[in-house]
């Protein structure tokens, strides 16, 4: 697993090094198109490149094409969810323990909180790679969810890239590894996600 995480890293600083700002983009639009690519590695690397390099890059740029990054990865996800989410999942989701009352559940949740629950979960490490795709299933109205998606993911893009940028001379030193447990920490935190998931939702078809 440290291997891998070492791969994926290198992998992510080697393409937005090379690519700039549009390097950001395509990391930032894969990471939200439910491909858990740590955002916590790809915008505070943006920012050091903005520290290495400020006639080149800027921060607010910086944060603005991570926005967009995740607005395209989450409108794919978001038409995946639309057009063939809910067909497939009714058909096979009873063998990753999804029911029927599970999507209507998700339903009403969008139809109240849609709004809100897209914003906040753009702040919010995990949840933020996940979120699009149910909010497609439930399709909520695609011009809000766009909207909502940008506002929400330019402050967590802007954020990480300034941490980045006011840090940059560590980045070889103390950054990288810190944020190499990041990522380890993050899996760790989607595997426990998963194991309450199958808890609860045993526990449920045994009552």
Request: glycine content about 10%; some cysteine.
């Amino acid at each position: 697993m440290d291997e891998i995480l070492r791969a994926v890293t290198t992998w992510i600083t080697a393409n937005v090094a090379s690519l700039g700002y549009i390097g950001i983009v395509i990391m930032m639009g894969i990471e939200s198109a439910c491909i858990p690519l740590p955002s916590e590695v790809i915008m505070p690397f943006g920012g050091y490149l903005v520290y290495k390099d400020p006639a080149r890059f800027n921060i607010w740029l910086m944060g603005v094409a991570g926005a967009i990054g995740c607005v395209w990865g989450s409108v794919v996800a978001y038409w995946v969810g639309s057009y063939g989410g809910r067909p497939f999942i009714e058909k096979y989701g009873k063998y990753v323990l999804i029911r029927r009352k599970d999507l209507d559940k998700a339903d009403a949740f969008f139809a109240r909180y849609g709004d809100a629950a897209i914003f906040i979960s753009r702040l919010l490490p995990v949840v933020r790679t996940f979120i699009s795709f149910p909010a497609g299933i439930a399709r909520m109205r695609f011009g809000r969810f766009v909207v909502y998606t940008f506002l929400g993911s330019f402050p967590w893009c802007l954020g990480l890239a300034y941490l980045g940028k006011i840090l940059g001379k560590q980045w070889d030193t103390k950054l990288r590894a810190y944020f190499h447990k990041a990522d380890a920490l993050i899996i760790a935190v989607i595997l426990l996600l998963v194991v309450l998931y199958v808890f609860h939702h045993i526990k449920s078809e045994r009552e």
